[in-house]
Each structure stands twice: as structure tokens, then as C-alpha cells.
């Protein structure tokens, strides 16, 4: 058994083994206080053990850790003094109303009226209170003693220290993070340079577990019981009559925190028909209940409907949980980005092959940062664990070790910020662009001068650093104005680079409508689409006067792009102002404006504007190397050529394609396009096809 697995037990030796595992690691924890397994993989671990167990209940082994606190290295050594039981659990209707009909049975007449509520993911404590003061908070630990975690008193919210009447009592009930509590325990985790939880379970379970701590780190309480101690005197026989709704609401009116005060509240109702619409109910709420739930526990909710049905050594046979989908599923980890947020945190995320978790489909999840990936051992093509709960962001879990085919590839980190391309600084856990907030300004300028844009040669990234760090430019407008001083002011600027930097600026200002209009970095709206807006338009002053509809007639815009597109370039207004101002060129060669409304349709309108020209009405693709006169084009280049001559460009081969330039080393384009019959052309050929607007300047 090796190290970290977690996925199902195959067999009985695999299950033999996972316990081994599970006990060693557990003895190691608590002895020399390292673990051989980290906390996700320990309590993964468990899970595939108790699973294994449910499919095969007569094979438990004595030192199986379920139900255990720390997997029975410790036992606790806190009596309980009514063993902490456990919950069976039934995962359809129709498994849950054989189960009332053997309490039924049991009990010999129908239950009067059942109790539905949230099962919440945590950990299950028992509250002890002697005179109204909380003196003692134990775990479940092996159900017959517990381990004393009073040391957690004053940092769960819902266990009051003093409760409002002077009782002694013990209340039970699950200690557990909210989303809220378990990202702010994550953020103060990282500050102090410890791995974030992967869950809030483990959060919660970590949290309860740990001493000395430099930082707190609040959790809740939730009741979902309570019973008399030895000296609870007259309390004693109040609460072993008091139906379980009643107990709730005696525990909530001395101040501790019940699911009352929730959507998913605890109802009591009478009837089978009226628990599974209460299931329903609350299995809908789950995903926006601000804490994790694992299922729906049912219980007969009178002390008589209990004591009748009584109880096994594991489990109530008065109470179970119905199970809800599991908000943790294996899936594959694909690849990772690096994205870089506002402040020039560079950030990975995974992404992963999509996977249906919680009724919502999860393709990214959370990396934090790269230490973490380093600590997780995570490599491309692993099978990891992916958690999403409700408002949680999804976040990996851990790597499923054995299902390690040899293939996995490690993750590369960048070695240069990957929005501006600058240096990064990895002096912390959080990897940072060094230019921080002006990594966005570095990275749109850079996009702006950018081959496939204004193609300003000399305007490198590092160069742009410079112009930004000098507080020369506040956006690419600025180019523009650059005066000769200004940049020989700058370091490594001598007489020769300057004046070429000029020129390449000066030449940059006459490029076609469509190219300044891809510099603007409109959302949604790259290269072609640019070409497409530019030629639909033909000006900058029409495409800024047009609104939804009218953007809706470009080819490829829909209503909700439309409508982003008009936004962004309402921001966008004064970028476009200053570079109006500064003389940059805002038409497009060969293109004519669309008709005014209620002139010629659409349709024709394009034609006649392109009818004459030699690939009017084909749609072109280009694949290999180009030679010859467009030897020096890049795809984007060629792209727009196509168009210039009338045709529509196209990336991939199909039966519409009018024509396929291509290269040296063409692959499989050719041969799809030799299948299809779609005519094909060398690059002189073409190139003579279109020769009259080969020399436009671009
Ligand atoms: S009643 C004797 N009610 O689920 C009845 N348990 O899988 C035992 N749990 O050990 C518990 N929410 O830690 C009960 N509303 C709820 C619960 C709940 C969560 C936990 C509890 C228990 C575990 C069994």
C-alpha cells in the first residue's frame, strides 16, 4: 500500500493494508508527532476505509480507524457517559422508507412524528455544563471515551462559556467551520507561512486538534442534542421526556447555537411523504447554505418512539442520515494557469477535466500558490481530489498517488510574470509580478505594440518597463507624444535607438482601423473579430456610435458580446480621445461604412463592397510555412490579406472552404482539404491571385 492512496479498496488486502496505513500514521501523529501522511491524505484514507466497510460490514477489523479520533491511536481517555453513537445511513427514498417500516415494525405502531434536519460536516463534541458554566467540550473519540479538547473553549462560536440558566447538562452536538470562518482560517494560515486546509472539515478538525497555535482560529457550533449528567438533578427526567424537538429548543433558549436559526432549520412533521419533502428541500438548499452539510438526518422525534426502537452498539436505530452526493470527486488535473490579479499576485489555478460536483460542473479549482503545488507533489495528468462545497471556491485536495501511471509531468512555474513579462518576486508564498499594480499597464501597452497590433518594433517588454517606471506613459496613447529628450533620458537609450523607436512609433500611427481597434484590448475581441469590426464599420467613430444592435450585424457578435463590446468602448472613450488627438489613423483601407438604416440589406451591402475583388464570396485557410512574396507574413498578416482581397479567413478545413494556401510542411489540413476536394494553392500561387493588395502597408 503505498503512501497517500486513497482511491476504493479493491479487496480484502487492500482494505487490510489501508487500515495498517491508517493506524501507523495515526500512531505516528500522536507519538512523535508527525504524521507519514498529511491531513487530506489521512482523512481520505479513512474515508475509503469506511466505505469499504459499508459495502462490507462483516470484515471490519478491530483496528479499523472509523469512528475513531485520530484512527484509535487515541482513544480518548474522557468517559463518555452515554456512548457517542454514530448514524446508519440510507441513500434513496426507497431506502429510507424500508428503513421507517423496520422502526415501525420494531416499535409496533407508526412512528408519531419525525424530526429533519441538516447533517452538518464536522466533528461531532459533547458540551459539558455544570451550573450553567462550560467546564469540559470531549470528542466523539471511539464512542465510549473521548479525547478533552477544552482547551478549543472560547474559540467555537454557539458554545457559550456561561449558558442562560445555571444547568447541568451535556450538550451534543458538531463543531464545524463555516465558509466564512474556514477562508479567513486559510488566509491567517498562510500569513504565517502554514499550508491552507483543503476543506472546512479539516479545517475544523485540524483546528480542534491543535494546542499551541501562534493564531486562532474561530469555528461553530451547531446542537443537535443533549442529556442529563449524573447531577443534573430535576433536568434529568425533563429531558429524557422531552421530545428531540423540544430538547432543540430548550439548548437554543439557554443560548447555544442550534440549525434553527438557518434555512434548512430542523422541522418536525408526521407523515413519510412530508420527511422526503423536507430531504427535498434541504438537499436544494445545500449549495447556498453559508456551511457544509452531508446529508439529512431523520430521527423519531418522541423520547417513547426512541426508547422503543432503542439502539445498536454502533448506531440508533430511532435516527439516520440520508446521504446527499459526495462534494468530493476524483478528476484529472489537466494543466495549470497563472493568472495575475489586479495587484500583480500571480496566482496558478488547475484546470481540470470537468467533473460533475454538487450539481455544478467543475473545470478550475484553486492552487493557492506554488509552494503548494511543490508540498502537494502535484503533477500534470494526476488524478486528484477535488472539494466544492457550496460558495467554496473548488480546491485540490491532494494528488491520488496510486493511480500514478508514470506519465504525470511536472508543473512548470514561470520564470518571468506571465500578463508584462517582468521579473517575479518569490521571496514569499505568494508569487508577486515585481511591477505589481502597473503589471496591468506593462501588459496592455506591450499587447498594444504587439506584432499582430501596432507592430512598434523596438517596444519590447523591457522597454515598456522603463517608459512606465519613468512615468512617461499612463497608457499607449502616450507613445504618441514621446519626445525625443524624454527617451534619450532613459537608460541604454542611445541617439540610434531613440530615432528608431520614433520611427517605429511614427509608422505605428497610420496603421489600418482594424489593428489600432485590437490594440484597445476590447474584452472578447481579438484579431479577426477586430478585422471583422473594422471592415463592418470602417471608422472609429462608427464603431463608438454604434449601439447592441447595430454591433450585432459583425459577424460572430451576439447580443451579450454586443453589449459588452459597447460598454467596454464607453471606457475605453477618453484612450480613444488621445489618440485621435495625437493624429493615430482611425480608417480602414478598402472598407465602406455600413448603409444608413433603411438602405440596402446587410446582405448585399457586403457583397457589392467586396463583389470585384478576387476571393469575393471564398473563405480561405492557410496551413505551413509561406515562401515566396508573403514569406515574411505572419498568419495573422495573411489573415488579413485574405480579407483586403474580399475573402473570409478561417482556421480550420471544411466542406465551406473555398481554398487552402498551402506551405511547406503542410499536415493535416492538406490532407483534409485533399479528402474534401477543396482546392488548394501554393503560396506563389496565391500570392499572384491577390498580388494587387499584397503591397498595401500594413
Ligand atoms: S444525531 C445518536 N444529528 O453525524 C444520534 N448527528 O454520521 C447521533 N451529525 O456522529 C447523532 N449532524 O457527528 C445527529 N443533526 C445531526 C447531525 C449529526 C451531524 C453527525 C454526528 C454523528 C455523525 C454520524
Known sequence: MTTNSAGPLADTAAYAAAVEEAERAAAAYYTAGESTLDDDAYDRLVRAIAAYEEEHPQEVLDASPTGKVAGGAVSGDVPHTVPMLSLDNVFSAEQFVTWTASVERRIGRPVAAWSVEPKLDGLAVAARYRQGVLEQLITRGDGTAGEDVSHAIGTVLGLPERLGAPATLEIRGEILMTTEQFEAANAVRTEHGAAPFANPRNGAAGTLRAKDRPYRVEMTFFAYGALALPDSGELTDTLAGLPHSEVLEYVAGIGVHTAADTAVAPRTVTTVEEVQAGVEDIAALRASLPFGIDGIVIKA??????????????????????????????????????????????????????????????????????????????????????????????????????????????????????????????????????????????????????????????????????????????????????????????????????????????????????????????????????????????????????????????????????????????????????????????????????????????????????????????????????????????????????????????????????????????????????????????????????????????
Open 301 to 698: 422525534d418522541l423520547a417513547a418512539d426512541q426508547r422503543d426502537a432503542g439502539s445498536g452498539t454502533r448506531a440508533p436505530r430511532w435516527a439516520i442520515a440520508y446521504k446527499l452526493p459526495a462534494v468530493e470527486k476524483v478528476t484529472r488535473l489537466l494543466g495549470v494557469e497563472w493568472n495575475v490579479g489586479r495587484t500583480g499576485i500571480i496566482a496558478p489555478r488547475a484546470v481540470l477535466e470537468p467533473v460533475e460536483i454538487d450539481g455544478s460542473t467543475v473545470s478550475y479549482a484553486t492552487l493557492h500558490n506554488p509552494a503548494d503545488i511543490t508540498r502537494r507533489d502535484l503533477r500534470l495528468g494526476d488524478h486528484v481530489m477535488v472539494y466544492k462545497a457550496g460558495d467554496i471556491i473548488p480546491r485540490i485536495e491532494a494528488p491520488v498517488a496510486h493511480l500514478r501511471t508514470g506519465e504525470e509531468q511536472p508543473i512548470e512555474f514561470p520564470e518571468a510574470c506571465p500578463r508584462c513579462g517582468s521579473e517575479i518576486d518569490a521571496s514569499e508564498q505568494r508569487w508577486r509580478c515585481t511591477r505589481g499594480r502597473d503589471c496591468r499597464l506593462v501588459a496592455s501597452i506591450s499587447y498594444a505594440a504587439g506584432r499582430d497590433q501596432l507592430d512598434i518594433e523596438g517596444l519590447g517588454t523591457t522597454r515598456v518597463v522603463q517608459l512606465v517606471d519613468a512615468g512617461l506613459v499612463q497608457d499607449f496613447a502616450d507613445l504618441f507624444t514621446l519626445e525625443r529628450d524624454q527617451l534619450l533620458s532613459l537608460d541604454r537609450m542611445g541617439e540610434t535607438s531613440t530615432d528608431n523607436l520614433l520611427a517605429a512609433i511614427g509608422a505605428a500611427a497610420s496603421r489600418p482601423l482594424s489593428r489600432v481597434f485590437c490594440a484597445l484590448g476590447v474584452r472578447g475581441t481579438g484579431r479577426s473579430m477586430s478585422r471583422r469590426i473594422a471592415r463592418h464599420f470602417a471608422s472609429m467613430d462608427r464603431i463608438a456610435a454604434a449601439d447592441v444592435e447595430a454591433l450585432q450585424q459583425v459577424d460572430g457578435i451576439g447580443k451579450e458580446k454586443a453589449a459588452a463590446v459597447v460598454r467596454e468602448l464607453q471606457e475605453l472613450a477618453p484612450l480613444i480621445g488621445k489618440l485621435v488627438a495625437a493624429g493615430v489613423n482611425m480608417t480602414e483601407p478598402g472598407a465602406t461604412p455600413p448603409p444608413e438604416p433603411g438602405a440596402a440589406q446587410e446582405g448585399e451591402a457586403e457583397e457589392s463592397a467586396t463583389s470585384g475583388l478576387p476571393l469575393a464570396g471564398m473563405t480561405v485557410v492557410v496551413t505551413g510555412a509561406m515562401t515566396g512574396a508573403l514569406e515574411k507574413l505572419s498568419r495573422n498578416e495573411m489573415n488579413e490579406l485574405i480579407e483586403r482581397a474580399g475573402g473570409k479567413s478561417s482556421s480550420s478545413v471544411s466542406k465551406r472552404t473555398s481554398l487552402l494556401v498551402a506551405g511547406e510542411k503542410a499536415g493535416s489540413k492538406r490532407t483534409k482539404a485533399e479528402d474534401l476536394g477543396v482546392r488548394i494553392a501554393a503560396p506563389e500561387e496565391f500570392a499572384e491571385l491577390v498580388q494587387a493588395h499584397l503591397a498595401v502597408e500594413v
